[in-house]
């Protein structure tokens, strides 16, 4: 059994990527992990100010925002998702600035160690769409010793209001890849 954090980066509650981390979620709590799932769309966090504040005697993050309610919830965990659209053509900016927050939790360069899952979901659905973000996470979460567990990536959803879509397909993929992990 794990404790998985699932971090939701989308503005949008009931949107495509809250959509493919709620399966994802399904085949994980079916699988007997315990799962919690944060909505950052409408948490206030702000990216790390390099104040470096966390690197003198009190090693912790000073900036007041949401995310000292996800700093616990790391400690926790033994497994962090990142849900996130694209967003011109790379994470979304909340998701950037939860992993710029990281900062403050290492020492001596460490981060504590995790295992780690990427979903994303876009509107564009061709071969290169998430070449991004793909590198950038397996470029970060290598350097921090983060291991990549699995990846989820919907290409070819629908945003507007009044026409949301997501394929069953990748809801499917989803459900079985926490059911896997
Ligand atoms: C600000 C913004 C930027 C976007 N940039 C891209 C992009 O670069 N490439 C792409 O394929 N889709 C892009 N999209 C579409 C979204 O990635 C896609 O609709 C996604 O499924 C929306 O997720 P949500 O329903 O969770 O909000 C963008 C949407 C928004 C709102």
């Known amino acids: 059994m794990r404790n998985i954090l699932v971090l939701v980066g989308s503005g949008t509650k009931k949107g495509n990527t809250s959509q493919l981390a709620d399966a994802f979620c399904k085949g994980a709590t079916k699988a007997g992990h315990r799962v919690h799932k944060v909505f950052l769309g409408d948490k206030k966090l702000s990216g790390c100010q390099g104040c470096e504040a966390c690197k003198g005697k009190n090693p912790i993050c000073i900036i007041k925002d949401d995310m000292q309610e996800i700093y616990p ?13 694209l967003y011109f053509w790379t994470i979304s900016a909340k998701i950037k600035a939860f992993i710029e927050r990281l900062y403050a939790i290492a020492e001596n360069d460490q981060f504590p160690p995790k295992e780690t899952v990427l979903l994303m979901t876009a509107g564009d659905d061709n071969f290169w769409t998430f070449e991004q973000p793909i590198s950038y ?20 959803c629908k945003s ?7 394929d069953e397909k990748f809801l499917q993929r989803a459900h079985e890849l926490g059911t896997m992990i």
């Open 160 to 166: 507007d209001p009044k026409n949301k879509y997501i």
């Open 73 to 85: 919830l790391i400690n926790q965990c033994d497994t962090i998702v990142l849900a996130s659209p």
């Open 137 to 156: 996470y397996s470029f970060v979460t290598k350097a921090i010793r983060w291991k990549n567990i699995g990846m989820c990536l919907a290409g070819g």
